[in-house]
C-alpha cells in the first residue's frame, strides 16, 4: 500500500517535474525569440569592430582644421600648390562663373569649357594625343580597366598596384593574374602564355607605399612582344617626373605611343581633385561612349577644373618644382637613414620609413602628432607585404629648416626596435 502510494506520489511528483520543463522550455524558446526580433541587420558588424580593435586596425577619421601648426608630410600636396593664392582663386572664380556643381554627368549638362580646355592642355603638357577628365583618380582607374578589357580578355597586374587598380580588375570582369613587383619577365611569361587574347598590363609608375618606380620601358617592351596594351597610373609622377613635372611616362619616351594609356590624379601634385585618363584619341573616344564611371557620373565640379587648369599652367611655366620635389624627398631619405633608419630610397616624393609593428607604427605617428609633425601611416591591410610604415610627403615648398625640423622629430620619436 504504502509501495503504491509511493509511487502514485512519484507519479505525480515527475508529472509536475516535466510540465515545469515544459514551460521552462517553452519560455526559453519565447526568449529566443524575443532576442532575434530584437537583432537588426547589421548587428554583425559589432563583431567586426571587435575583431578590427583586436588586430589594432581601427581607422578613424580626424577632421582637420583650416588653418593648422602642424608641419604636414602627409598629404599628397606634393608640390604645395593647394593653398597657393592663385589656385584657390581659380577655383573661386570657376564656382562664381559656372556654379558650385556641373549640375549632371559629362554628357548632359556637366562638361564646361573649363573641362575642354584642361583636357587640351593637359595631353600636350603630357605628351598625349587626348585626355578625359573624370571625378576622380579612382574613377579613371575603373573607366580604363573596364572599358578597355572585356569578359574574354587577360588583365596582368602588378602585385603592388593600388586599389582602384585591383577594384578595376575585378570590375573588368577579364582573367587577372597579379605577378611579382616590378617584374617584366613575369608580365612576359604571362602574357605568352595567353598568346592571341586580347590583353594589357596594368601597373603604377610610382608606387605609393614604398615610393619606387616601376620599370616602364622594359614592361613596354614585354607587351609589344605579344600585342597587348599598357595601362599604368601616373598619379604620383605627374607633377615630380619627367621634364618639367610631365610624368614618368614622359621621362620613359612612352607618351603618346599609339599601345600606352595613362591615368592620372588631379589631387596630388596639382592639388586639386579629380582624375583623367591619357592615350590615343580613338581610346578616349571609346571611354566617352563605354566607361561607365565617365557615362553615369557626375562631373568633376567647375572649382576642381579650374584649380587644376591654373596649377597646370603654374608647373608649364615653373620646371624647378618637380626638381625641388625629388630634391626634398633624397634629402629626407639621406638623413634619415644617417640617423639610423630604414628608409626605401624614393624615386619621387614618396618616402616610406619602416615600422616594427602596426601598433608601433600608429604609436610613431600619433607622437610625432603631438610634437607638431603631421605624417601617413600605412600598415595591413593597407600595405600587401604586411609591414607597417611611416609614409612621408615630400613637399616641393618644405624649407630646409622644416627639413631639419621633421626629420629630428621622427628619430626623437622612433619605437625602440
Known amino acids: 500500500m504504502y509501495r503504491d502510494e509511493d509511487t502514485r506520489d512519484e507519479a505525480t511528483r515527475g508529472g509536475a517535474a516535466s510540465g515545469e520543463a515544459v514551460r521552462d522550455e517553452v519560455a526559453r524558446d519565447e526568449a529566443v525569440r524575443a532576442e532575434v526580433t530584437r537583432r537588426t541587420a547589421f548587428d554583425w558588424t559589432d563583431a567586426e569592430a571587435r575583431r578590427r580593435e583586436r588586430a ?26 593647394t593653398r597657393r593664392p592663385e589656385i584657390t582663386e581659380a577655383a573661386a572664380e570657376a564656382a562664381r562663373r559656372w556654379g558650385a556643381g556641373s549640375t549632371g554627368s559629362r554628357l548632359v549638362t556637366g562638361t564646361t569649357r573649363l573641362h575642354t580646355r584642361l583636357e587640351r592642355e593637359l595631353a600636350d603638357f603630357c605628351g598625349f594625343e587626348a585626355a578625359l577628365v573624370f571625378s576622380s583618380g579612382y574613377t579613371a582607374n575603373l573607366a580604363a580597366l573596364t572599358a578597355l578589357s572585356s569578359r574574354d580578355g587577360l588583365i596582368v597586374s602588378d602585385a603592388g598596384n593600388h586599389a582602384s587598380i585591383v577594384d578595376g580588375c575585378r570590375l573588368s570582369r577579364a582573367e587577372t593574374t597579379v605577378v611579382p613587383h616590378a617584374d617584366p619577365e613575369a608580365v612576359r611569361k604571362t602574357l605568352r602564355a595567353h598568346e592571341g587574347r586580347r590583353a594589357l598590363a596594368v601597373t603604377d609608375s610610382v608606387f605609393s607605399v614604398d615610393g619606387d618606380r616601376a620599370p616602364l620601358a622594359e614592361l613596354a617592351d614585354a607587351c609589344r612582344a605579344h600585342g597587348a596594351a599598357l595601362v599604368v597610373d601616373d598619379a604620383h609622377g605627374l607633377g615630380v617626373l ?117 601598433e608601433a607604427a600608429l604609436r610613431w605617428a600619433a607622437d610625432c602628432r603631438e610634437q607638431g609633425l603631421a605624417v601617413g601611416c600605412f600598415r595591413p591591410p593597407s600595405v600587401p607585404d604586411g609591414i607597417s610604415r611611416l609614409r612621408l610627403t615630400a613637399r616641393a615648398d618644405l624649407t630646409d629648416a622644416e627639413i631639419e625640423r621633421a626629420v629630428a622629430t621622427i628619430v626623437r620619436t622612433a619605437p625602440a626596435v
Open 56 to 81: 589594432g586596425l581601427v581607422r578613424t577619421l580626424r577632421p582637420r582644421a583650416a588653418e593648422s601648426e602642424l608641419l604636414d608630410l602627409a598629404s599628397n600636396d606634393y608640390l604645395g600648390l
Open 242 to 358: 619627367g621634364d618639367g613635372g610631365r610624368g614618368a611616362l614622359h621621362e620613359a619616351g612612352l607618351a603618346g605611343d599609339e599601345d600606352v594609356v595613362a591615368t592620372l590624379t588631379l589631387s596630388k601634385s596639382l592639388g586639386s581633385q579629380g582624375g583623367a585618363v591619357l592615350g590615343p584619341a580613338r581610346v578616349v573616344e571609346h571611354l566617352v561612349n563605354a566607361a561607365r564611371t565617365f557615362i553615369f557620373d557626375t562631373g568633376l565640379a567647375p572649382a576642381a577644373a579650374g584649380a587644376a587648369l591654373a596649377s597646370l599652367r603654374l608647373i608649364h611655366g615653373q620646371p624647378a618644382l618637380a626638381r625641388r620635389a625629388r630634391t626634398v624627398a633624397a634629402t629626407l631619405h639621406t638623413l634619415l637613414t644617417e640617423a639610423g633608419l630604414t628608409a626605401v630610397r624614393p624615386d619621387a616624393a614618396v618616402v616610406s620609413v619602416r615600422a616594427p609593428s602596426p
